[in-house]
T-cell receptor, first 113, second 113 residues
Framework: RKEVEQDPGPFNVPEGATVAFNCTYS??????FFWYRQDCRKEPKLLMSVYSSGNEDGRFTAQLNRASQYISLLIRDSKLSDSATYLCVVSRDSGGGADGLTFGKGTHLIIQP | NAGVTQTPKFQVLKTGQSMTLQCAQDMNHEYMSWYRQDPGMGLRLIHYSVGAGITDQGEVPNGYNVSRSTTEDFPLRLLSAAPSQTSVYFCASSPRWGNEKLFFGSGTQLSVL
């Protein structure tokens, strides 16, 4: 299994719908998990951290499943402005440190009017 | 507060030329890093620095040099550009090495002919 795997998409979703995508990781020692958003030809921006208990930020919900080694991102009531590539980021080990992050290739989401 | 500033935004080089990509941050962040992003691949770490005077190699350091003489600046030098270095380069920072939440610059699109 690759270190961090994401379905590249594109996911074409009508405005107002709910969409969810997963990211699987191979290292069971990974401790930190993040979702970043990257607009076309722009820099990645941190969307949210993913905590063991799951966390919610407005229309966005992130969850972690350690047993199956995946994280998920759910977007409710999707907006046109949610169109972007969503990057899954996982720490390589339990030691912590920003140099130990592995980036997924991203999932491309297109919200259609 | 400008955040992370990268220059130039675009650059075209001929094989064998050298150049420096500039990165500066005004957030007093200790940790700074350089990534490259290629089509179909996740961001890959080139070099990083945990503080002024300290640098270390990332996943793909060959062909690149860095230095960190001040907290604010972290330039990336291409010693002898090769077509394989055609990529989008992002500088990123975080408050300290143990804080894995990265702030990215807007990127430099580099083409080596």
């Amino acid at each position: 299994r690759k270190e961090v795997e994401q379905d590249p998409g594109p996911f074409n979703v009508p405005e107002g719908a709910t969409v969810a995508f997963n990211c699987t990781y191979s290292n069971s020692a990974s401790q930190s998990f993040f979702w970043y958003r990257q607009d076309c030809r722009k820099e990645p921006k941190l969307l949210m951290s993913v905590y063991s208990s799951g966390n919610e930020d407005g229309r966005f919900t992130a969850q972690l499943n350690r047993a199956s080694q995946y994280i998920s991102l759910l977007i409710r009531d999707s907006k046109l402005s949610d169109s972007a590539t969503y990057l899954c980021v996982v720490s390589r080990d339990s030691g912590g440190g920003a140099d130990g992050l592995t980036f997924g290739k991203g999932t491309h989401l297109i919200i259609q009017p | 507060n400008a955040g992370v500033t990268q220059t130039p935004k675009f650059q075209v080089l001929k094989t064998g030329q050298s150049m420096t990509l500039q990165c500066a941050q005004d957030m007093n962040h200790e940790y700074m890093s350089w990534y490259r992003q290629d089509p179909g691949m996740g961001l890959r770490l080139i070099h990083y620095s945990v503080g002024a005077g300290i640098t270390d190699q990332g996943e793909v350091p060959n062909g690149y040099n860095v230095s960190r003489s001040t907290t604010e600046d972290f330039p990336l030098r291409l010693l002898s550009a090769a077509p394989s270095q055609t990529s989008v380069y992002f500088c990123a920072s975080s408050p300290r090495w143990g804080n894995e939440k990265l702030f990215f610059g807007s990127g430099t699109q580099l083409s080596v002919l």
